[in-house]
């Protein structure tokens, strides 16, 4: 039984049926991990596996599937793969929606200063470009002091320095509120830099082929890399990190 920090999925099969032939197709087979608090999971696997779909199940969006989930005690806080903001909102009052009533008040500046947007609160999504907005996305879900963060491809639009150091933010915050991450992403050295554990995704219907904890030296990442490649396909005929597709 998993404490109330934690998070344990349990996918034992995810099927999905086409609306025109009737067909059913499974998608999912046999998906189990945990994560415990503070840690950082980072979710690979080639185009149309399953990423996103897990991801929902994850966060109770999809609840037809056979199997079970159990999230970490407290708020969840999201960033889907498009922003979201709400556009008749500026920026600063994007970050407070997602407040409860009772919930402590966010520091909304600091949380714009600590994604890059410092002094930007004011302005409107229309005056945003797309990596701003990604960044305000960011700063909404950890205003929740969330005890899972679940980001679905949250830097593919930014710069590879800024996405780095977004992705620090995001590690620093788990280590120290003690929140489980659950990071979907195609860009493998950034997520070896962050995550502790790299789960992947692999066949039709999509398993979990691959749950291997990422050590903290240059030369035992550098290993799990090469071992990655090696392993699967689709990340050694992308190279290092490669562009962003659609899931299902």
Do not use: Y
């Not at 979710?43 to 596996?49: A, D, I, N, Y």
């Not at 979201?84 to 994007?94: E, S």
């Not at 990422?214 to 396909?233: C, T």
């Amino acid at each position: 039984m998993p404490g109330a920090g934690q998070l344990s999925v349990r996918i034992g099969e995810k099927r999905f049926r086409d609306p025109l032939s009737g067909g059913v197709r499974e998608v999912l087979r046999g998906v189990a991990f945990d994560g415990a608090p503070g840690e950082v999971l980072a979710l690979f696997g080639p185009s149309g596996t399953g990423k996103t779909t897990t991801l929902r199940i994850v966060l109770g969006l999809d609840r037809d599937f056979t199997g079970s989930v159990r999230r970490p005690a407290g708020r969840i806080g999201v960033v889907f793969q498009e922003p979201l903001l709400l556009p008749w909102m500026t920026v600063a009052d994007n970050v407070r929606t997602v407040a409860l009533p009772g919930d402590e008040a966010a520091d909304v500046g600091a949380l714009l200063d600590e994604v890059g947007l410092a002094g930007e609160g004011r302005r409107m999504p229309r005056e945003l470009s797309l990596g701003m907005a990604r960044r305000a996305a960011l700063a909404r879900a950890l205003s929740v002091s969330p005890g899972l963060l679940v980001l679905d491809e949250p830097f593919a639009s930014l710069d590879a320095g800024l996405g780095a150091q977004l992705a620090q933010v995001v590690a620093r915050r788990a280590r120290h509120d003690g929140m489980v991450v659950l990071l979907a992403t195609h860009d493998l050295d950034q997520a070896l830099a962050i995550a502790d554990r790299v789960l992947v995704l692999s066949g039709r219907p999509a398993t979990l082929a691959a749950d291997l904890r990422v050590p903290r030296d240059d030369s035992g990442i550098g290993l799990l890399r090469k071992n990655l490649h090696r392993r699967f396909r689709f990340l050694a005929r992308n190279g290092v990190s490669f562009g962003p597709d659609q899931e299902i």
